[in-house]
């Protein structure tokens, strides 16, 4: 599928916008439409159903070490600045950029692509921020440019290796920056922290320096003592939370894949150390096996886990699910969640504020008395277990998952094209999307054949029917034909249509979708025969 369709179509259908479009967009920022609301809501709440409120507490899940208990959580953008010294993001959470000299901008090392070109015996690193999919035509133009060639004297451009990223390379001195006319215009890589900076209150000194949350994870963990002593929950438990989530990306890219504001749905599941990780094995599969079941399945999904030298300093074991983008090259794929393994890393942090010397790198600033200026909460995050007498600090693993992301493969996994009858019963191209019924923003179209003989006023009054129970919609204008495509293209699982034989046996046709089945009930049967259909 080539994206373009559905970034189209995404516009068109009122899926996405760009941010403040009107003013020329703000990079990195996206706005869902009517529909796409209706989509992401599904997704957060098949997420939030399946994973906190349809969870039963009283049972094992299958491949479960034991009965566990949910619940969730939903805690403040900004948070005391001690949270980020302690969780590590305030010294560890950046990127590497490098800046360009000639053209000012700043781009994120990793992510700038190229190729080295020679020709008239000089050898550069051409490079490109154009997708994946035409970075090749992009360096051309670029390398012919710089060389002054024609385009019919490309065959004097000897091409050298793969795209490769800058960190690949030696010598950033022959590397023709992205918006460069000569080389050797980018800087050494920096680092760049990517928390977005506020001040809270009218002073503005540097005292009232805040963040805005780059996850929704610490939330979590620096309520652990509250949701212990407020509710009855035990070991093992997981504490939810959706909420926003803002990194200052330093080239946001891809539609929603790369942006500076998104959506995070992360779990936080305490653990004895002792099970803990037979726990990082249920969730592994349990957060894949919930992608497969809403229509994520064959070879564009993937689990991935890390080699033991990607793993941070804390986990003990990080998996990845992963997805096939079509922006992105072939053979590679994209991070949709993360379920990691964190041990007692976070709650340790915000107890003791002393990050572990000898696993962690960071070297916290000391106050003139020598001592850690920044401390934890000197606050008990420990656990006590009532059966066994023990305490210890709990375990967490946690899979963490990002909302945009995960409608973003939805929306990439549905787009399809096929054939399908028209009117006539010509076979003619449609687009559809496949969604699966539970994320589809709209459940059922509802039509009058034609709006004469008091078919609008039956059609209304199905719609009437189904609309307190699911997500339906009433079209009336058009050739039925035109309604059933516009219906198609957004992914409406299921359209009924109220025609000549309804006025005399009071039955209507239901078409399906994908298989363009058409069966008929009773008016009155609508609901149950949709219920049955969704279930
Ligand atoms: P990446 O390596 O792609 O930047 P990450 O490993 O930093 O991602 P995590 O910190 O593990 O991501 O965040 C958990 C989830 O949050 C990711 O799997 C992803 O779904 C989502 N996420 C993270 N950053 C972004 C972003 N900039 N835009 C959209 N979603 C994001």
């Not at 049972?59 to 959580?73: F, N, R």
């Not at 090749?136 to 060389?147: G, I, N, P, Q, V």
């Not at 540097?206 to 309520?223: M, S, W």
């Not at 804390?314 to 998996?319: H, P």
Request: one cysteine or more.
């Amino acid at each position: 599928m080539e994206m373009e369709k559905l970034v189209s179509l995404c516009k068109r259908r009122g899926f996405m916008f760009q941010s403040s479009e009107i003013y020329g967009g703000l990079n990195g920022f996206w706005d869902y439409g009517p529909l796409g609301t209706e989509l992401k809501r599904n997704v957060k709440d098949a997420w939030w159903r399946d994973m906190v409120s349809g969870h039963d507490d009283s049972s094992v899940p299958a491949a479960a070490p034991d009965a566990y208990e949910m619940t969730g959580l939903d805690c403040t953008i900004i948070m005391h600045p001690q949270v980020w010294k302690c969780s590590g993001h305030y010294d560890l959470f950046h990127d590497q950029m490098v800046d360009c000299r000639e053209s000012k901008r700043r781009y994120r090392y990793d992510q700038i692509r190229g190729r080295w070109v020679e020709a008239k015996g000089e050898r550069i690193f051409v490079t490109t921020v154009a997708e994946t999919d035409r970075e090749e035509e992009d360096t051309l133009s670029r390398a012919l440019k710089y060389f002054n060639l024609r385009s019919k004297n490309a065959d004097q451009l000897q091409w050298d290796g793969k795209f490769i990223t800058l960190p690949d390379i030696d010598d950033l001195s022959r590397a023709l920056g992205p918006d460069a006319r000569t080389p050797g215009s980018l800087t050494e890589p920096r680092e760049f922290n990517l928390m977005f900076k506020t001040t809270v209150g009218a002073l503005g000194g540097e005292e009232d320096v805040a963040f805005l949350r780059p996850e929704t994870a610490q939330g979590i963990f620096v309520n652990f003592r509250n949701v212990l002593d407020s509710t009855r929950v035990k070991i093992p438990f997981g504490i939810a939370q959706i909420g926003k989530s803002f990194r200052n990306e330093i080239t946001p890219r891809n539609f929603t894949f790369r942006s500076r504001e998104f959506e995070q749905m992360e779990i936080e599941f305490f653990c004895d150390p002792k099970s803990s990780n037979r726990w990082y094995q249920y969730w592994r599969d349990r957060r894949m096996r919930w992608y497969v079941d809403l229509g994520l399945a064959g070879d564009r999904l993937r689990l991935r886990e890390h080699d033991p030298e990607e793993l941070s300093h804390y986990s003990t074991g990080t998996a990845d699910i992963e997805y096939a983008f079509p922006f992105l090259p072939p053979g590679d794929f994209g991070e949709l969640e993360g379920i990691a393994h964190r041990g007692d890393f976070d709650l340790r942090s915000h107890m003791e504020g002393k990050l572990d010397e000898n696993t962690c790198p960071l070297e916290l600033e000391k106050g003139p008395d020598g001592k850690p200026k920044w401390k934890g909460s000197g606050r008990d995050l420990t656990y006590r277990d009532d059966a066994t007498g023990e305490r210890y600090t709990p375990h967490v693993i946690e899979p963490s998952a990002g909302a945009d992301r995960a409608t973003l493969a939805f929306l990439c996994e549905a787009y399809t094209e096929d054939e399908a009858p028209d009117e006539k019963g010509e076979m003619k191209p449609r687009t559809l999307m496949k969604f699966h019924p539970r994320l589809a923003p709209i459940k059922a179209a509802v039509f009058p054949l034609v709006k004469k003989d008091r078919m609008p006023d039956i059609a209304k009054d199905i719609y009437r029917t189904l609309k307190p129970h699911f997500a339906v919609f009433y079209d009336e204008k058009g050739a039925v034909g035109r309604r059933y495509r516009r219906q198609d293209e957004v992914g409406t699982p299921y359209c009924i249509t109220v025609d000549g034989q309804t006025l005399e046996d009071n039955t209507v046709t239901i078409r399906d979708r994908d298989t363009l089945e058409q069966w008929r009930v009773k008016a009155d049967a609508c609901l149950e025969e949709l219920r049955k259909k969704m279930s």
